[in-house]
Antibody, heavy 118, light 107 residues
């Protein structure tokens, strides 16, 4: 069964760049769409974007100017960078998988809390 | 962006009750709707996709219906383990958008 695991700093200073990596195990990263979703403490879910294994991306327009996603198929990993963070970016960040462009997200990582604070 | 609106925001019901949660889209999403269950401190879990298809391993007491702009998630006989927050998500268009969530409590 495929498993996803987020990793990265749990604390980021304001104005800096948040960087997270998701490692996929139990399956290949190829031929799937890999998503990032976040959830501020006590609030709802916000879709950040996806990256296809080939490298094509789609980002939420609300975050597009600050988001960069990348993929490393040799390591079965994909990554998220969010620049110029503020306290409003404090959230649990989830990586997740969808089976296709128009398919639901079916596998999620456990999530990692990133706090933006000086 | 397509706005997804869930109702109610919170719901309290007894074990054995039939429970219904509604999700409305600001424009037609055909039947490209998923329902997720999220327990505290855990990632969301896919319950229903394509509005009414039950994900493998999900108990049959969960069902989904609807198309176009109005959808429902029904739990036919509420169990204690169903205490969670439920989210709908449309995947007809990008950006994908979620409802605000419905917190289900057991009386």
């Amino acid at each position: 069964q495929v498993q996803l695991q987020e990793s990265g700093p749990g604390l980021v200073k304001p104005s800096e760049t948040l960087s997270l990596t998701c490692t996929v195990s139990g399956g290949s990263i190829n031929n799937y769409y890999w998503h990032w979703i976040r959830q501020p403490p006590g609030k709802g879910l916000e879709w950040i974007g996806y990256i296809y294994y080939s490298g094509s991306t789609s980002y939420n327009p609300s975050l597009m100017s600050r988001v960069t996603m990348s993929v490393d198929t040799s390591k079965n990993q994909f990554s998220l960078k969010l620049s110029s963070v503020t306290a409003a970016d404090t959230a649990v960040y989830y990586c997740a998988r969808a089976d296709g462009f128009g398919q639901p997200i079916d596998y999620w990582g456990q999530g990692t809390l990133v706090t933006v604070s000086s | 962006d397509i706005q997804m609106t869930q109702s109610p925001s919170t719901l309290s019901a007894s074990v054995g009750d039939r429970v219904t949660i509604t999700c409305r889209a600001s424009q037609s999403i055909n039947n490209w709707l998923a329902w997720y269950q999220q327990k505290p401190g855990k990632a969301p879990k896919l319950l229903i996709y394509k509005a009414s298809s039950l994900e493998s391993g999900v108990p049959s007491r969960f069902s989904g219906s609807g198309s176009g702009t109005e959808f429902t998630l029904t739990i036919s006989s509420l169990q204690p383990d169903d205490c969670a927050t439920y989210y709908c998500q449309q995947y007809n268009n990008y950006p994908r958008t979620f409802g605000q969530g419905t917190k289900l409590e057991i009386k």
